[in-house]
Nanobody
Framework: QVQLVESGGGLVQAGGSLRLSCAAS????????MGWYRQVSGKQRELVAD???????RYADSVKGRFTISGDNAKRTVYLQMNSLKPEDTAVYYC?????????????WGQGTQVTVSS
């Protein structure tokens, strides 16, 4: 079984910064990709950013230039540095990991961490 443990959410004023972390543990051969999604109540969960095992990154257009995703393969941890936060970034942020074991992929989600940006 794989567990994803998130940390770093909270309340911040507009223009401020937060850093989210997500650490994976369990039986894992590799994770590809790993990243962050967010969800506002009543809306679909959307990709914020993810990173491949090779370091390739993807970002939602709405966060490009403000958020930076990075990963530590040895620690099986992914980070999301969020700068210049806006009220519209307010959401529950979920860590996502595509875990490969014996050639099979399984998708895992963290429990979610609330990010609230006040205006």
């Amino acid at each position: 079984q794989v567990q994803l443990v998130e940390s770093g959410g909270g309340l911040v004023q507009a223009g401020g910064s937060l850093r989210l972390s997500c650490a994976a543990s369990g039986t894992i051969f590799s994770i590809n990709p790993m990243g962050w999604y967010r969800q506002v109540s009543g809306k679909q969960r959307e990709l914020v950013a993810d990173i491949s095992s090779g370091g390739e990154t993807r970002y939602a257009d709405s966060v490009k230039g403000r958020f930076t995703i990075s990963g530590d393969n040895a620690k099986r941890t992914v980070y999301l540095q969020m700068n210049s936060l806006k009220p519209e970034d307010t959401a529950v942020y979920y860590c996502n990991a595509n875990v490969w074991t014996w050639g099979r992929r399984a998708e895992y989600w963290g429990q979610g961490t609330q990010v609230t940006v006040s205006s």
